[in-house]
């Protein structure tokens, strides 16, 4: 076995004990180092610590199914790691397109062959090794991929994701919320009255408004909640795993620390800046695709602003 594969980490997460001492056996005889997880949470923090430079995730595990993990991984690790999703004898293309639409690789089915699943591991690193060598040469270069993903995918005003990534994130988020039944809710806000900021004080201290609001909504979400810059002052939210009720309590909360916060501007002064909200979710009546979700939250966001601003509405079907 050559130095390079021998010194290749690979993370297992299976909580079978049969399963995970086949593989992991088979894994080692072939010249990796292996560590084994018995769960997602487990899987996630090793990974995080241990840095693997493969990961092989059992769909089925007794905490969190094989999708929340294969999703929470590709938000945490910096760098890309390749992950296999394993699972029993399941043919149905959707469950495939699920797992390769939250980030995993490749999907095995048990039982596997030997070496087919050898040859698949190989594969992986093989792409490993040229992304990373990529990157480094990219960091040499001063043009890291993280710069350039920010350059695609981040607005530069307010440091938040652009709405074309949003977009994507919501049709990937809904897809498998809509199949599984998980719960998904949508945030919509925008600034009250923010052409008067523009009007009022002229557009930098416009752009100020909208960089520190930006600001402090993003530092109140959790890990995995996705937030962007919509429209010109508004944002929008896409919280996974979240039902209406916590997510019109988290509007709430956001719209209590503008409130209250100290908006003092440099030149012009103290701001007087507060945020409207709409709120919708899965699972609802009637919300059968992305476009109508983005309609009910829209409309939720609407009579925020009708009732007087400054308040937070959900949908409901009387809103229809």
């Known amino acids: 076995m050559n130095r390079i594969q021998d010194a290749k980490r690979i993370l297992l997460i299976e909580d079978s ?22 769960t997602g949470g487990a899987g996630v923090e090793q990974a995080e610590s241990g840095s693997p430079d493969l990961i092989m995730l059992d769909v089925v595990l007794p905490d969190l199914d094989g999708f929340s993990v294969c999703r929470r991984l590709r938000q945490k690790l910096v760098h890309y790691v390749p992950i296999i999703m394993l ?6 293309i959707e469950d495939k397109l699920d797992g390769l639409n939250v980030g995993a690789d490749d999907y095995l089915n048990k039982p596997y062959d030997e070496r087919e699943i050898l ?27 993280e710069a350039l993903k920010r350059i695609a995918l981040v607005d530069h005003l307010t440091g938040l994701y652009n709405r074309h990534y949003f977009n994507e994130v919501l049709h990937r988020e809904f897809s498998v919320a809509a199949r599984y039944g998980n719960p998904l809710a949508c945030v919509m806000t925008d600034i009250d009255h923010f052409r008067d900021f523009n009007s009022r004080y002229g557009h930098p201290v416009g752009d100020w408004v909208l960089h520190h609001v930006a600001g402090l909504v993003r530092i109140m979400l959790r890990q995995g909640d996705i937030i962007a810059r919509y429209g010109g002052e508004e944002f929008m939210m896409v919280l996974p795993m979240t039902t209406v009720g916590d997510a019109a309590d988290l509007a709430e909360r956001l719209r209590d620390a503008v409130a209250t916060a100290i908006w003092q501007h440099p030149e012009a002064g103290p701001l007087n800046i507060t ?6 979710a899965l699972p609802a009546p009637g919300i059968d695709s992305v476009d109508k979700l983005l309609a009910c939250v829209d409309q939720a966001l609407y009579c925020a602003k009708h009732n007087g601003r400054n308040r937070v509405e959900v949908f409901t079907e009387q809103l229809a």
């Open 119 to 145: 040859a698949r591991v190989a594969s992986l690193l093989r792409i490993k090794q040229v992304i990373d060598e990529l990157h480094a040469r990219l960091a040499n270069e001063h043009q890291s991929y």
């Open 275 to 280: 945020l409207s909200f709409g709120v919708a």
């Open 17 to 38: 004990p049969t399963q995970a001492r086949y593989t992991g056996l088979l894994l080692e005889e072939a010249g990796y180092r292996v560590s084994v997880a018995t």
């Open 87 to 92: 699972t029993e004898q399941r043919t149905d």
